[in-house]
């Protein structure tokens, strides 16, 4: 299947506005700012070169053997134009658009597991067959109704000798299961994937409702985290048995008591380790006139105290906060107690919950993290400036820019 450079490069730039990235068409190649690589075309191969590294581009076919793997940000990029080429030279191929509905619903730094080339693609009647032919062995009937992303990693799960596991889960106690599940390797740039996995896979989903999908993501992820804490057996079954979001929510609040009363007696007095960005954004609420009131919760006597007056889970995410995932907020907006978790996604930062007291979600608290949102817009916006400056002083003066950054930030 033979492409048009010029047709590519279009196809990238178009790309590149849909997911809102800053990019620069030049003649011969296309650079994408925010990830800092150069990409274009040579001979037969298309290569990508980041800005700030000497080492030799990374390259893949252009024509003959494109591989869709994971080769980072820029190359997921690529992947999507050279299937949006195929497309419009192919648009009644049944397997393509499917392919390109699977690229589209993927975060750019999603690790696919399963190489495949677009003549791969372009052979196949479905993305299905395509993927079953890739592994070597049939999907199994269950596996059949998840939604096109999640196929890849059923399929590459490696538990042919386990199986019977999810087929049985409704029939045998869930502790094999969650040991299992521990050992898969879940992709990493998307953290609650596990847990969509398992709300499409057990058929919770349909239950809650796709319009709380988002909530019922991260109530998923604190009850298996807390299961797993409190030793809770058959966490799974009692999950099947949740017949919509409201029973997800009230067995939610009985493993969250649970909890807490298991770790009352070991909370003392700890400062936590938590990531500077998470103190620039505490200093940023502080300089906001309707943000002011938010303080950074930094001690874990104070997390766990959060949780108890507001009746929550907060204190589990204290690996979460220690890793950098996320940091956690408390104040009093009109009167009521909210905890907000903002959370770090790549390089932006997101206000990913802004609770009431037992996890109530009332109009206060959508206007308050409406004000939180905007916020952290104007933080990325103050931040995206700042490195563009410190990116033109190290360009004019080398190694001493930073150090004339550093000196002009002071004096402002």
Known sequence: MDFCIEEFYEALCSECER????????????YIEDFAYFVYISGKKIKARNYYQYSPPDTMEFNEKFVFSDRGYAFNLINRAMLKLALEKEPGNYALRECQQVFEKLPLNYEYGISFSLEDVTGSVSYQKLIESRVGRKLNVKYRRLPLQFLET????????????????????SAKVTETLKEVKFPLCLPDFKFSFLLEFLGIGKKIGLERIWRNKIILSDILKMAEKTETNGILQKLLKVEDAAGLERLHDRISKKYRKKIAQEIVPRELDISKKFYEISEAFLKDRELSFLKLITDEKELYDEG??????????????????CGIFSGIYKGRRYTVEIVRKGKLFECNQCLGRKNEN??????LKRKIEQCL????????????????????????????FVERRGQE
């Not at 009332?362 to 206007?367: M, N, T």
């Open 362 to 367: 009332d109009f206060f608290a959508s206007e």
């Open 154 to 173: 059923a399929v590459s799960l490696n538990l042919q000798k386990d199986e019977e596991f999810i087929l049985d889960l409704m029939k045998k106690d």
């Open 308 to 325: 108890v007056m507001q009746e929550n889970c907060v204190h589990s995410y204290v690996e979460e906060i220690e890793s950098g995932i």
């Open 377 to 404: 817009e104007r933080y990325r916006k103050r931040e995206e400036i700042r490195k563009k400056k410190e990116k033109i002083l190290s360009f004019l003066f080398g190694p001493k820019g930073e150090k004339i």
């Open 19 to 30: 997911e809102g990235l800053a990019y620069r068409r030049e003649p011969e190649r296309v």
